[in-house]
């Protein structure tokens, strides 16, 4: 099992910037990737960005390339989202998520943190 918990949510005008946290516990994390979804009111859940645990690689959604960073710090077994120049279209809940390397579906989710944007 792998726990995962979000922070660092709130409300943010547009242009504006958060930083997202997700604390990962349980067991080693070397052969996962770890990822960040959103869903926004009456839409359905999207991916936002992965990146491995152990080598690093990194991907992202159309919609966020350019502005979101994704990273992990392995020592403190912490995965983050740098969001900058934020949009309305961002306000969503986040959600932090694990899947195993190899593996196409996401298996541990964290409860999400909310992200407003206002405009």
């Known amino acids: 099992q792998v726990q995962l918990a979000e922070s660092g949510g709130g409300l943010v005008q547009a242009g504006g910037s958060l930083r997202l946290s997700c604390a990962a516990s349980g067991r080693t994390l070397s052969p996962y990737v770890m990822g960040w979804f959103r869903q926004a009111p009456g839409k359905e859940r999207e991916f936002v960005s992965q990146i491995s645990w152990s080598g690093g690689s990194t991907d992202y959604a159309d919609s966020v390339k350019g502005r979101f960073t994704i990273s992990r710090d392995t020592g403190k077994n912490m995965v983050y989202l740098q969001m900058n120049v934020l949009k309305p279209e961002d306000t969503a809940v986040y959600y932090c998520?694990?899947?195993?390397?190899?593996?196409?579906?996401?298996?541990?989710w964290g409860q999400g943190t909310q992200v407003t944007v206002s405009s």
């Open positions: 998520t694990a899947r195993r390397i190899g593996y196409s579906n996401y298996d541990y």
